[in-house]
């Protein structure tokens, strides 16, 4: 994986330097809230409902275990013994006390590590394939590219105060599984007669009015990547509304300047910044590339599983992915125990994740969009051994892409912006299908819990989405089906009337039955859901 | 009644007006009346207290009950995570903020 | 800072400039909207709001001495683009920060070619000299012509 070289470590230096200057200036009182709040948000420094919240950067959602061991330390020292890891690829702890924040950024920087641009109106951490470098699909990794964006948007002076978030997804598979689509800038990398390159889409989102990105050039030259990016994000910087912040996202400006406007302008700026000669050179990404080669795969390994122990067999059928080298899969730590906190892990978790990743998976594991952790290279033979260790954690729950492996957003329990708390949801609907067993029936099912619109939890993307809304004070649940973030992108749609929170559950229960009773053979819920429309399933909810 | 409520400038700690200082229970919170504004004004310039607001609020037997769902939960500490709130002993405190 | 007069001058005088990175004399008048410097022929001084496009100007780069970049609020970026468009056209004036321009904004409107700085509220001197001199290096290209850490890296 990637290291810093001293330019890295200083520039994260440097701003742990800044951030300790300002919040000096803002405990003396020489900066206002109004004025510290952007720069501590430029730090992923928020005020949310029981303290400050702070989110680290994860690049990519790569880490090794000195990081993860800092990440449990940071738990211990700074906050209450846990963090809750996002669909961002992103860490957040929400505990943390200003005065001692300059000091937790200093710790985080001694292990190459940051909060930097995880909040504000900047570009956000840059998210990738939590499979890179391990899928068999995939014609390159697509994290050199995601590097080379990190430092490209790190700092940068024109865009540090864009008219909203700025995210940008990058992969290189056709199959997504970054929610490519769905960010303000999804590159996939792509070949063309032999040679790599990058298609761009813009404008996709989530929030209050969701949007699929279309594309809008299907081949930029790899050498041509920076000066490509920076013409998308002047042009938007430059008409991007400033007047309504719920119009001020890239997917408005595209939409309404339409797809081939927004792209000619593009190209307009793009052929003038080629001619300011701002692209880094390309021995910088061969200089990068070498970082994410292979670890050093063994071969003649046995590929064989002893099944003898169900559990086991269970959870290598659900939670572990093949492998692009014979003998190795990539195995998927669930943090989604039933009745559980989705994406919550506490200290002794975290240091014992780093414990395995330096045991089992080359120093090296990810975090996924979906809250989960990825171990990305582990030889099968070893998988017993460490499924063993796992349980002994509480950490082998097997139950990826089921529909106990839920995406929920913190809602009203952490959330200042939320409607209607969405953990509690999502501890009930595990609860309700780990105790009904229909959970293996069902398959391939995506739930994902909002607490409000601005959809943290992907509630747009969800086979089944659920949304918090408030009811005169009182929260309610939206229930929506047939959305998808992997390469076949769509968005859910609302089945009608919203539901008080043991409603809501039973509502989940009640699709999921229409889905049993009415799918073909080999149909998943979102397939059956495609075919046979809204209509069987409201009247199963309403009729 | 009205009463206030604000973070803590350093810690970030959820805070009460008590008539003359912050306090981290709601119960000790008063009536500020017609004072909100002069008081708020007053702490957050003097950086006693950050991101201070007024909300309206009940008193019943069991102590202050602030309207809205949101301040309850900041009263209170996360629902799904008894053992970090103000009443680590009881599980189903949560049941206070709906 | 002044309001536009009957004949449009308006913007800073250079006594409410803090910081200045020119040698040159600064333009001892005020500055016209881009409206009026467009429809003016002789005008050598303009304000940019942050609506207006600054590629506007690109044809009349000759004539100007000054362009005050206008920050009604400093989270309003625009100002930032509309400065870089202008340096990357070679412009070699004056070109002024005025508004909401707080410490922290500094090293970015630096970055961007702003070489003098108006602000509304004068900066305590010991803490924007830092920020000015903060960062050893950069990671990308942009009007200050610095060589980016990708460059360094490789001689
Ligand atoms: C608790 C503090 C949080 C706050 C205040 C917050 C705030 C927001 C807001 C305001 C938006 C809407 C942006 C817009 O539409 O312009 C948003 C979107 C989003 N947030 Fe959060 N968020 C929080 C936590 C999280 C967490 C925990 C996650 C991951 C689980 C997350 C991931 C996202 C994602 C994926 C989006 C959708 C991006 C899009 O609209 O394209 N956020 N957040
Ligand atoms: S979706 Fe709403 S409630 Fe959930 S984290 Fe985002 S802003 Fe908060």
Same mark, same amino acid.
């Given at each position: 994986?990637?290291? @810093?070289?001293?330019?890295?470590?200083?520039?994260?230096?440097?701003?742990?330097?800044?951030?300790?200057?300002?919040?000096?200036?803002?405990?003396?009182?020489?900066?206002?809230?109004?004025?510290?709040?952007?720069?501590?948000?430029?730090?992923?420094?928020?005020?949310?409902?029981?303290?400050?919240?702070?989110?680290?950067?994860?690049?990519?959602?790569?880490?090794?275990?000195?990081?993860?061991?800092?990440?449990?330390?940071?738990?211990?020292?700074?906050?209450?013994?846990?963090?809750?890891?996002?669909?961002?690829?992103?860490? $957040? @702890?929400?505990?943390?006390?200003?005065?001692?924040?300059?000091?937790?950024?200093?710790?985080?920087?001694?292990?190459?590590?940051?909060?930097?641009?995880?909040?504000?109106?900047?570009?956000?951490?840059? #998210?990738?394939?939590?499979?890179?470098?391990?899928?068999?699909?995939?014609?390159?990794?697509?994290?050199?590219?995601?590097?080379?964006?990190?430092?490209?948007?790190?700092?940068?002076?024109?865009?540090?105060?864009?008219?909203?978030?700025?995210?940008?997804?990058?992969?290189?598979?056709?199959?997504?599984?970054?929610?490519?689509?769905?960010?303000?800038?999804?590159?996939?990398? /792509?070949?063309?007669?032999?040679?790599?390159?990058?298609?761009?889409?813009?404008?996709?989102?989530?929030?209050?009015?969701?949007?699929?990105?279309?594309?809008?050039?299907?081949?930029?030259?790899?050498?041509?990547? /920076?000066?490509?990016?920076?013409?998308?994000?002047?042009? @938007?910087?430059?008409?991007?509304? +400033?007047?309504?912040?719920?119009?001020?996202?890239?997917?408005?400006?595209?939409?309404?300047?339409?797809?081939?406007?927004?792209?000619?302008?593009?190209?307009?700026?793009?052929?003038?910044?080629?001619?300011?000669?701002?692209?880094?050179?390309?021995?910088?990404?061969?200089?990068?590339?070498?970082?994410?080669?292979? *670890?050093?795969?063994?071969?003649?390994?046995?590929?064989?599983?002893?099944?003898?122990? *169900?559990?086991?067999?269970?959870?290598?059928?659900?939670?572990?992915?093949?492998?692009?080298?014979?003998? @190795?899969?990539?195995?998927?730590?669930?943090?989604?125990?039933?009745?559980?906190?989705?994406?919550?892990?506490?200290?002794?978790?975290?240091?014992?994740?780093?414990?395995?990743?330096?045991?089992?998976?080359?120093?090296?594991?990810?975090?996924?969009?979906?809250? &989960?952790?990825?171990?990305?290279?582990?030889?099968?033979?070893?998988?017993?051994?460490?499924?063993?260790?796992?349980?002994?954690?509480?950490?082998? &729950?097997?139950?990826?892409?089921?529909?106990?492996?839920?995406?929920?957003?913190?809602?009203?329990?952490?959330?200042?912006?939320?409607?209607?708390? #969405?953990?509690?949801?999502?501890?009930?609907?595990? $609860?309700?299908?780990?105790?009904?067993?229909?959970?293996?029936?069902?398959?391939?099912?995506?739930?994902?819990?909002?607490?409000?619109?601005?959809?943290?939890?992907?509630?747009?993307?969800?086979?089944?989405?659920?949304?918090? /809304?408030?009811?005169?004070?009182?929260?309610?649940?939206?229930?929506?089906?047939?959305?998808?973030?992997? $390469?076949?992108?769509?968005?859910?749609?609302?089945?009608?009337?919203?539901?008080?929170?043991?409603?809501?559950?039973?509502?989940?229960?009640? /699709?999921?039955?229409?889905?049993?009773?009415?799918?073909?053979?080999?149909?998943?819920?979102?397939?059956?859901? +495609?075919?046979?429309?809204?209509?069987?399933?409201?009247?199963?909810?309403?009729? | 009644?009205?009463?206030?409520?604000?973070?803590?400038?350093?810690?970030?700690?959820?805070?009460?007006?008590?008539?003359?200082?912050?306090?981290?229970?709601?119960?000790?919170?008063?009536?500020?009346?017609?004072?909100?504004?002069?008081?708020?004004?007053?702490?957050?310039?003097?950086?006693?207290?950050?991101?201070?607001?007024?909300?309206?609020?009940?008193?019943?037997?069991?102590?202050?009950?602030?309207?809205?769902?949101?301040?309850?939960?900041?009263?209170?500490?996360?629902?799904?995570?008894?053992?970090?709130?103000?009443?680590?002993?009881?599980?189903?405190?949560?049941?206070?903020?709906? | 800072?002044?309001?536009?007069?009957?004949?449009?001058?308006?913007?800073?005088?250079?006594?409410?400039?803090?910081?200045?990175?020119?040698?040159?004399?600064?333009?001892?008048?005020?500055?016209?909207?881009?409206?009026?410097?467009?429809?003016?022929?002789?005008?050598?001084?303009?304000?940019?709001?942050?609506?207006?496009?600054?590629?506007?100007?690109?044809?009349?780069?000759?004539?100007?001495?000054?362009?005050?970049?206008?920050?009604?609020?400093?989270?309003?970026?625009?100002?930032?683009?509309? !400065?870089?468009?202008?340096?990357?056209?070679?412009?070699?004036?004056?070109?002024?920060?005025?508004?909401?321009?707080?410490?922290?904004?500094? !090293?970015?409107?630096?970055?961007?070619?702003?070489?003098?700085? !108006?602000?509304?509220?004068?900066?305590?001197?010991?803490?924007?000299?830092?920020?000015?001199?903060?960062?050893?290096?950069?990671?990308?290209?942009?009007?200050?012509?610095?060589?980016?850490?990708?460059?360094?890296?490789?001689?």
């Amino acid at each position: 994986m990637y290291l @810093y070289d001293q330019y890295d470590q200083a520039m994260v230096d440097a701003r742990v330097e800044e951030f300790r200057d300002q919040t000096r200036r803002r405990l003396e009182g020489k900066l206002s809230e109004d004025q510290f709040k952007p720069l501590r948000l430029m730090n992923g420094l928020y005020l949310q409902l029981h303290a400050y919240m702070l989110r680290v950067a994860i690049p990519y959602g790569t880490l090794n275990s000195r990081q993860m061991h800092m990440l449990a330390d940071i738990g211990n020292k700074y906050d209450r013994g846990y963090g809750h890891f996002t669909t961002r690829q992103n860490i $957040q @702890y929400n505990w943390i006390k200003l005065e001692e924040a300059p000091d937790l950024l200093a710790d985080l920087a001694s292990v190459e590590m940051h909060a930097i641009q995880t909040s504000g109106n900047c570009i956000r951490n840059i #998210s990738s394939d939590h499979f890179a470098g391990a899928a068999a699909d995939e014609l390159v990794d697509p994290r050199p590219y995601a590097e080379l964006l990190r430092q490209w948007s790190s700092f940068h002076p024109e865009f540090s105060f864009l008219p909203r978030k700025f995210k940008i997804a990058v992969i290189a598979s056709d199959t997504d599984r970054a929610a490519m689509k769905l960010h303000d800038i999804g590159i996939q990398i /792509v070949e063309r007669d032999g040679a790599l390159g990058a298609a761009f889409y813009v404008g996709g989102g989530m929030g209050r009015t969701p949007m699929v990105a279309p594309c809008i050039r299907e081949f930029v030259p790899l050498d041509q990547l /920076v000066p490509y990016a920076e013409a998308c994000l002047r042009v @938007y910087n430059r008409y991007g509304r +400033r007047d309504n912040k719920y119009k001020a996202r890239i997917k408005i400006l595209v939409h309404e300047l339409g797809k081939e406007e927004y792209a000619r302008q593009v190209e307009e700026e793009f052929a003038h910044l080629l001619s300011q000669g701002i692209e880094p050179p390309l021995a910088e990404l061969e200089r990068i590339k070498p970082f994410f080669a292979d *670890p050093e795969f063994e071969f003649g390994l046995p590929t064989g599983i002893d099944r003898s122990d *169900p559990d086991f067999a269970l959870w290598v059928d659900r939670n572990a992915v093949p492998h692009k080298a014979p003998g @190795y899969v990539s195995a998927v730590i669930s943090l989604k125990p039933v009745g559980g906190i989705p994406g919550d892990a506490s200290a002794a978790q975290m240091h014992e994740m780093a414990e395995l990743t330096k045991q089992y998976s080359f120093d090296e594991c990810r975090v996924t969009h979906t809250q &989960n952790i990825v171990l990305p290279h582990v030889k099968i033979a070893d998988l017993h051994a460490l499924w063993t260790r796992l349980d002994a954690a509480g950490l082998a &729950n097997p139950n990826i892409d089921t529909i106990e492996d839920i995406i929920a957003c913190p809602g009203l329990d952490y959330c200042s912006l939320a409607n209607a708390r #969405s953990i509690p949801v999502a501890q009930k609907i595990s $609860q309700r299908f780990s105790a009904n067993g229909r959970t293996a029936e069902l398959g391939e099912l995506k739930l994902k819990i909002s607490g409000c619109i601005n959809a943290c939890g992907h509630h747009h993307a969800g086979h089944i989405g659920i949304l918090g /809304v408030d009811k005169k004070g009182v929260e309610n649940y939206q229930l929506l089906l047939g959305g998808s973030e992997a $390469q076949d992108t769509s968005l859910a749609r609302i089945t009608g009337p919203g539901f008080d929170e043991p409603g809501i559950v039973d509502a989940v229960e009640t /699709v999921t039955d229409v889905y049993l009773r009415e799918r073909d053979a080999g149909e998943r819920f979102l397939d059956t859901y +495609r075919r046979i429309g809204m209509e069987p399933f409201k009247e199963a909810l309403y009729g | 009644m009205k009463i206030l409520t604000g973070n803590d400038l350093k810690s970030g700690a959820v805070v009460w007006w008590d008539g003359t200082g912050w306090s981290i229970y709601v119960n000790e919170a008063v009536d500020v009346g017609e004072r909100a504004g002069e008081i708020l004004a007053r702490e957050q310039s003097a950086r006693r207290v950050n991101a201070a607001y007024a909300i309206e609020a009940s008193r019943d037997a069991n102590g202050v009950r602030p309207a809205h769902i949101k301040d309850r939960v900041r009263a209170l500490g996360p629902t799904v995570r008894p053992d970090l709130t103000l009443k680590p002993a009881d599980p189903e405190v949560g049941n206070w903020v709906i | 800072m002044a309001d536009a007069g009957i004949n449009g001058i308006g913007g800073t005088s250079p006594d409410e400039v803090q910081f200045r990175f020119r040698d040159d004399e600064p333009v001892d008048h005020g500055t016209v909207t881009v409206d009026s410097f467009l429809d003016q022929s002789n005008a050598s001084a303009v304000r940019i709001e942050p609506g207006d496009d600054a590629r506007a100007l690109l044809p009349h780069l000759g004539r100007l001495r000054l362009v005050e970049v206008n920050f009604p609020v400093f989270s309003d970026g625009r100002g930032y683009s509309a !400065a870089r468009v202008l340096r990357e056209a070679e412009y070699a004036g004056e070109l002024r920060a005025v508004g909401d321009v707080l410490i922290d904004q500094l !090293a970015l409107l630096r970055r961007c070619g702003f070489d003098a700085f !108006a602000p509304d509220q004068r900066l305590n001197e010991v803490d924007a000299v830092a920020a000015f001199a903060r960062w050893e290096n950069v990671y990308q290209h942009a009007a200050d012509r610095r060589r980016p850490i990708p460059e360094l890296r490789h001689g």
